[in-house]
């Protein structure tokens, strides 16, 4: 059964950069079927799609984004990751970890989420 | 970047009530469209997937349907553990947004 697993330090400083690392048990990361993609939802708000990766590191990412933020994979270990850089307080949230797949990019594997709280 | 837009943002029913949720994109995205509902301190759960698909496990009470700009999600019958928020998704062109959410709560 697939499973995932996101990690990383739970406080980050602003203007720092925010890591976390989303590891995949249970499968395989370098399946040519699925994207892996990145989501975030700040306290008691919506959600938002951060972007997504391809095994071959292919990569999407949002706009709004985009000039902050890098996703990698590294298929040796069966993990993704996510790098935010110059973190801001709108920046704090849960982040998420999902596979995507199907033709319509649906997200039916989820990792539980774990929460980035940016403060000094 | 495609924006979607639900309606309404909360509502309030009684178990045993047909609850409809409407999601509109700003332009057609065909049926590049996914549901998700979302419990308190949970990670979203998929429910429906290519606008009208169910996934598997989800019970039959759940439907939805639509293409172009705009969706539908019905549950037919509302039980105590569907109380919870629902979003859409467009994955038609990326960044794959989300609706704000449709909170159906306890009347």
């Known amino acids: 059964q697939l499973q995932l697993q996101e990690s990383g330090p739970g406080l980050v400083k602003p203007s720092e950069t925010l890591s976390l690392t989303c590891t995949v048990s249970?499968?395989?990361?370098?399946?040519?079927?699925?994207?892996w993609g990145w989501i975030r939802q700040p306290p008691g708000k919506g959600l938002e799609w951060i972007g997504s990766i391809y095994y071959s590191g292919n990569t999407y990412y949002n706009p709004s984004l985009k000039s902050r933020v890098t996703i990698s994979v590294d298929t040796s270990k069966n993990q993704l990751s996510l790098k935010l850089t110059s973190v801001t307080a709108a920046d704090t949230a849960v982040y998420y970890c999902a596979r995507q797949e199907g033709a319509t990019d649906y997200m039916a594997v989820w990792g539980k989420g774990t929460t980035v709280t940016v403060s000094s | 970047d495609i924006q979607m837009t639900q309606s309404p943002s909360s509502l309030s029913a009684s178990v045993g009530d047909r609850v409809t949720i409407t999601c509109r994109a700003s332009?057609?995205?065909?049926?590049?469209l996914n549901w998700y509902q979302q419990k308190p301190g949970k990670a979203p759960k998929l429910l429906i997937y290519?606008?009208?698909n169910l996934q598997s496990g989800v019970p039959s009470s759940f439907s939805a349907g639509g293409s172009g700009t705009d969706f539908t999600l019905t549950i037919s019958s509302l039980q105590p553990e569907d109380f919870a928020t629902y979003y859409c998704q467009q994955t038609y062109s990326t960044p794959h947004s989300f609706g704000q959410g449709t909170k159906v709560e306890i009347k």
């Open positions: 332009q057609s995205i065909s049926n590049y």
């Open positions: 290519a606008a009208s």
């Open positions: 249970g499968g395989s990361i370098s399946s040519s079927l699925y994207y």
